[in-house]
C-alpha cells in the first residue's frame, strides 16, 4: 500500500538551512505537501508541489522533488527558532480523491 | 470565523463512555475530512463528506465510530464505547471542492481513562 517515510527528528542551529526528507511510494500521487504542525495547534499548509514540477522555490522554504526516485525534500534557508516544529510530508492518494496520505512527521528543533 | 474550528479543544471521557467531537468548516467549503493522529504518528484518514454525495467511510476503524454532516456545514464525528485506544487528536480539515486544498482545525485531543 501507499506509504511516506520521514527521519523523526533534526536539529540545527539558528542561521543554518535544514532540510526535511521524504520519501514516498505512490507513483500516482500527483500533489505533494509540507504541512506545519506547532505545539497544540493544527497543521498549516506550508507549501506544495504538483509532480510534474521538479522544484519550488517560496521565499524562505524551496522544495525539491525527484520523481524516479519518490523522494522529496523541504529546505528551509536562515532557520529561525520559530521555525520549530513537526513537519509532515503528505501525498494524495489519486488525483481524483484527495485524501491525503502523511507521513508520521519530522521535529525540527532550531537552537540558538 | 476565518478558519476551521473544532470544539471541545480537550475531552477527557471514561472507557466505555460516547463521545461527540464537532466541527465547523471554512463556510462554502464542500469537502470535509476527519483524521486522527495517535502520539507521534501521523495522520490517519477517517471520513471524507462531499456535498451531498454518500460519505467515504472506509477510514473508520471500527464500527463504534461514526460521523454525520448536514448539508455543507458542521459534522460531528461520534465515538461509541470508548475504547483506551481511541485516544487522540482528532483534526477536521475542510476544502473548498473536492481535489482542493485541505485546511485543518486546531483539533481534539481525546484523552480515554
Known amino acids: 500500500g501507499e506509504d511516506v517515510e520521514q527521519s523523526p527528528f533534526l536539529s540545527v542551529r539558528e542561521g543554518d538551512s535544514s532540510v526535511i526528507n521524504c520519501t514516498y511510494t505512490?507513483?500516482?500521487?500527483?500533489?505533494l505537501y509540507w504541512y506545519k504542525q506547532e505545539p497544540g495547534a493544527g497543521l498549516q499548509l506550508l507549501t506544495y508541489i504538483f509532480s510534474n514540477m521538479d522544484m519550488k522555490q517560496d521565499q524562505r522554504l524551496t522544495v525539491l522533488l525527484n520523481k524516479k526516485d519518490k523522494h522529496l525534500s523541504l529546505r528551509i534557508a536562515d532557520t529561525q527558532t520559530g521555525d520549530s516544529a513537526i513537519y509532515f510530508c503528505a501525498e494524495t492518494m489519486n488525483s481524483g480523491y484527495s485524501t491525503l496520505t502523511f507521513g508520521k512527521g519530522t521535529m525540527l528543533l532550531v537552537s540558538p | 470565523g476565518a478558519g476551521v474550528s473544532q470544539s471541545p479543544s480537550n475531552k477527557v471521557t471514561e472507557k466505555g463512555k460516547d463521545v461527540e467531537l464537532r466541527c465547523d468548516p471554512i463556510s462554502g467549503h464542500t469537502a470535509l475530512y476527519w483524521y486522527r493522529q495517535r502520539l507521534g504518528q501521523g495522520l490517519e484518514f477517517l471520513i471524507y463528506?462531499?456535498?451531498?454525495?454518500?460519505?467515504?467511510k472506509s477510514g473508520l476503524p471500527s464500527d463504534r465510530f461514526s460521523a454525520e454532516r448536514t448539508g455543507e456545514s458542521v459534522s460531528t464525528l461520534t465515538i461509541q464505547r470508548t475504547q483506551q485506544e481511541d485516544s487522540a487528536v482528532y483534526l477536521c480539515?475542510?476544502?473548498?471542492?473536492?481535489?482542493?486544498?485541505?485546511?485543518f482545525g486546531p483539533g481534539t485531543r481525546l484523552t480515554v481513562l
Open positions: 480539515a475542510s476544502s473548498p471542492k473536492r481535489g482542493g486544498f485541505q485546511f
Open positions: 505512490d507513483s500516482s500521487s500527483t500533489y
Open positions: 463528506f462531499q456535498g451531498n454525495s454518500a460519505p467515504d
